[in-house]
């Protein structure tokens, strides 16, 4: 989130505004209504862009800024900036936990210029998600994706408002995903410019659809292009328990347990090279009723595999209590399978 900054110099603003004025003919008649308002000069810029046709990628990525920009909006409250994007037409909001903080309401500023009151549904800081709801209707609003499918190398797209730039459009690919850091496991890392102010605003697929939102940038020790998403399947199951409950209900096995390391399991001869080693066992807890054991090796959750804490720890946070969750396990130099019904973890995350 982008403290409020009022040091932008006027030649600069120029060049950056310059940078994103005459891209071709489309999006300069986007700037004004009707052509005959349009300068001179820039009609026959336009015109002379329009005479050498965009790639197919170009095409892809100017249509989804235009698609998406207008759901794109700036979240703002005392002491801070941020991004978010409208997901319902009711004016239903994503944004990040962090760009709202402890706020009960916040500032939401269209791509229209509107300046609305936006009530805070609900929040999830250890996910770094939040609910937002401005009153009204007929919101445009962004198409979500399944961020389960993504593939690394494969094109994405960040539209937020860095530095109070608003509506910004970079780009870049997937460069990882599952990634574990800043206290939340499945990340997905992009190289699209993710800057201060971008945090709450969408990563896009090129058909502009959802697949993340974004909420950190990795800086420092000579790190460049590292920014993080939250994967759009968990940010949209915390929203829609946000908007059922105002709580976030966290299922739980009732485990402890470490990382099998692939050195010490090859050192003792250990009948897998990877997965979560169970060290404790609940008493009466969902694992204790399947069956788990201290020292099973859990290798898959679901469709899952297991290699890391986080993996698992993923699973569950798209589970809720109550779900059924099938567990492979290597017990010894056997493997289980193991039906384990979901109960609600200890801790629960209050809306306010």
Sequence with gaps: MQKLHNSLRPLGLALALGTGLGIGQGLVQNVFSRPESMPKAWAQQGARFAEAPFSSDEQSIIR????????VVTVSRNGGTGSGVLIRSDGVLLTNAHVVGAAQQVRVELADGRRLAGRVLGRDASADVAVVKIAGSGFPRAPLGDSDSLQVGQASIAIGNPLGLNRSVTTGVVSAINR????????????????PGNSGGPLLDSRGRVIGINTAVLRGNGASGLGFAIPINLAANIAQQ???????????LGISYSELEPETAQQFDMPVRQGVVVQEVQPGSPAA???IRPQDIITRAGETPIARGGDLRRVLRARRPGDVLSLSLRRGGQTAQVTVNLAAAPTQTPTR
């Design 289 to 291: 009723l399947a069956g």
């Design 180 to 195: 574990s850091g800043f206290e939340i496991d499945g990340l997905i890392q992009t190289d699209a410019a993710i800057n």
């Design 64 to 71: 989804v800024a235009r698609q998406i920009s207008p759901t």
């Design 242 to 252: 946000l908007l059922e409950t105002g709580r976030v209900r966290r299922a739980a």
